[in-house]
Every structure is written in structure tokens, then in C-alpha cells.
């Protein structure tokens, strides 16, 4: 029977622990979005509702007219969003790991200065050059301004760096351009850095708040964070209402990171064997 270090039961045990304390809450949401307000407002903590009723979910796709849209809304900016940015993130750092050409350097520290900036300094900036543009109030004016993302070509660039040359020399050798390389053979085998991209810049998209906030005015134009802050009023908050929208919030990210999942959490082994 193998036996197990003091420091490894330890280290399990506060795991253990630390996983518990952060999936109560969770649980607790799933089953307040079964409750009625009336229960959930009470101020009992019971994981199980005591009058089980759909009627929340009802409420949110029936008799809230704009939820559906603003579900649409944020997977039609989520989804736009994160394929830019692994296409535009990827091979802006493949060319700083791999190409030459004047002005490399000075290039990659300005994108390593970016990443020195706070957001909340260019949201003045951007929103004037939104409006100036007039893609206030559309998709574009979302999308676009966080199509690049300096963190993740930064990201990419060291992960091209430690990509085998030998297989670019050889898909060089069979024919193939820069460009065909790099679609063909790289990216293919760069899966893992991409699955981890793609979590990440999909959960930023998706739990984005104050962009939305600045540039969307017209109710049907909203994502869901901003639409579940309508839920809240200035005398009453519709908590179960809240909850059930919640719910149905969390579903996609769930669903991205259990379909990339495998690619995330394993490490790959380039050869060229392939």
C-alpha cells in the first residue's frame, strides 16, 4: 500500500477544503434558481428548494423579451471576439518569434509596455474614438477595439520560440510559403497554447461589464452582465430571477472549458514524426 507523506495530506486536505468552500456557493445558486423570491429572501440557507418551480426560467425567456438577445449578444461578441484573437494573437507572435524585420525589437517592447497600462486609462480615449467612428451602440464597437490582445502575443511569441525548426525547415523544403507553414504545420501543433487563449480571451468577452456598459445604450444592444444588472432595482432586487439568468450565464464557459479541456491541461511533445 503506497503511503503518503505528512506535507501530501496536508496539501490535499487544504485542496479538499478550499474546493468545498468555493463549490457552496456555486450549489447554492443552482438551487436558489429553483426557489421563489419569497424563500430565497427569507434569509435561511437551504441547498434544496422547498417549493421546486421552472417559473424563474419561465420568466427570464418568456416574459423578459430581451434576455434571448442579450444571450445572443454576448455569444455573438464572445464567439467573434476570441477567433480574432487567436487568429491576430497567434501570428503576430509567431512573426516576433520567428521572421525579421525592421523594427523588431522596438516593436515587441512597445507590447510589453501595453501590458504596463491599466484598461481603465484608455476607456476615455477609446470611447472618443468610438464615437467619432459612430460604432457607439453596435458589435463592432466591442469587438474591434479588443480584437489584439498584447498579453497573449506575448504568450504566443514565447511559445513559438521553443517551437522545432526542423519542421518548418521541412514543410520549407516540400514547397510550402511562410504563410502555409505556418496555418499547415504550426498552428495545428499549437493547440494547447491555443486552448488556453481561447478559455481565457472567450471568459474576459463574456464576463466583460464595463465595456459594454460604455458603449451600449440601447437595451436590445445589451450583453448579458449588463442585463442581469436590470434584474436589480432601487427598492427590490429579483434575486431568483438573478440566480436563474446566472445559471444560464455559467453554462457556456462550462461547456468551452469541458470541450478544450484535454488540449488545456495536458502538455504537448513536438516531433517530427508527423
Do not use: C
Amino acid at each position: 500500500m503506497r503511503k503518503y507523506g505528512v506535507g501530501k495530506v496536508i496539501l490535499y486536505t487544504i485542496l479538499i477544503l478550499y474546493a468545498i468552500i468555493t463549490l457552496i456557493p456555486f450549489l447554492w445558486a443552482v438551487s436558489s434558481s429553483f426557489k421563489s423570491l419569497e424563500e430565497i429572501v427569507k434569509g435561511t440557507i437551504d441547498f434544496w428548494p422547498k417549493d421546486f418551480t421552472l417559473d424563474n426560467y419561465k420568466q427570464i425567456f418568456i416574459q423578459q423579451e430581451h434576455f434571448p438577445r442579450w444571450l445572443f449578444n454576448s455569444l455573438f461578441i464572445a464567439i467573434v471576439g476570441t477567433i480574432l484573437n487567436l487568429l491576430f494573437n497567434s501570428m503576430a507572435g509567431y512573426a516576433l518569434a520567428r521572421l525579421s524585420f525592421p523594427g523588431k525589437k522596438g516593436l515587441f517592447i512597445i507590447i510589453l509596455a501595453v501590458l504596463m497600462i491599466p484598461a481603465q486609462v484608455t476607456m476615455i480615449p477609446n470611447f472618443l474614438i468610438l464615437k467619432s467612428l459612430g460604432w457607439l451602440n453596435t458589435y463592432q464597437g466591442i469587438i474591434v477595439p479588443s480584437m489584439i490582445n498584447a498579453t497573449f502575443i506575448f504568450m504566443m511569441r514565447q511559445f513559438f520560440l521553443n517551437f522545432p525548426k526542423e519542421l518548418e525547415e521541412a514543410a520549407s523544403l516540400d514547397g510550402l510559403t511562410k504563410l502555409g507553414t505556418f496555418f499547415r504545420i504550426v498552428l495545428p501543433l499549437a493547440k494547447p497554447a491555443l486552448a488556453a487563449q481561447a478559455i481565457f480571451v472567450f471568459m474576459g468577452f463574456w464576463n466583460d461589464f464595463m465595456r459594454p456598459l460604455i458603449v451600449m445604450s440601447d437595451v436590445e444592444m445589451f450583453t448579458l452582465p449588463l442585463g442581469l444588472n436590470t434584474f436589480k432595482g432601487q427598492f427590490i432586487s429579483y434575486w431568483n430571477y438573478i440566480m436563474a439568468a446566472s445559471m444560464v450565464f455559467t453554462m457556456p464557459v462550462l461547456i468551452l472549458y469541458a470541450f478544450f479541456n484535454r488540449y488545456f491541461v495536458k502538455g504537448v511533445t513536438f516531433t517530427g514524426e508527423k
